[in-house]
């Protein structure tokens, strides 16, 4: 399968730049779909942005304008740059990947959907 570890979380002012990455292992070459999601306090998880398989990205409305999200070639790498954030931008923002069932050594895995652990992105005013 494929494992997530993200970075660049951190406290920010008003009107300030934060960068996001997620470093992709395992079987990344089965990888359809990368995508960021964030919780704000006391809300549900939301889409930020996302990369298809053919590198198009699509962002939420909120997002568009103001983030960029780039994935290397081998899938091994995303990156999520946020400019002019603001208060609300405020949560937990979250690594998603999803991919096809691959057969290993006569093994087949399904199909599969993986989490990174999130990382802590705080704007203040």
């Known amino acids: 399968q494929v494992q997530l570890v993200e970075s660049g979380g951190g406290l920010v002012q008003a009107g300030g730049s934060l960068g996001l990455s997620c470093a992709a292992s395992?079987?990344?070459?089965?990888?359809?779909?990368m995508a960021w999601y964030r919780q704000p306090p006391e809300k549900q998880r939301e889409l930020v942005a996302t990369?298809?398989?053919?590198?198009?990205?699509t962002y939420a409305d909120s997002a568009k304008g103001r983030f960029t999200i780039f994935r290397d070639a081998a899938k091994t790498t995303l990156t999520l740059q946020m400019d002019d954030l603001n208060t609300e931008d405020t949560a937990v923002y979250f690594c998603?990947?999803?991919?096809?069932?691959?057969?290993?050594?006569?093994?087949?895995?399904?199909?599969?959907?993986?989490w990174g652990q999130g990382t802590q992105v705080t704007v203040s005013s």
């Open positions: 395992g079987a990344t070459f089965s990888i359809t779909t």
């Open positions: 998603h990947v999803e991919g096809l069932g691959y057969y290993n050594r006569s093994r087949y895995y399904p199909d599969f959907n993986v």
């Open positions: 990369v298809n398989i053919r590198g198009e990205a």
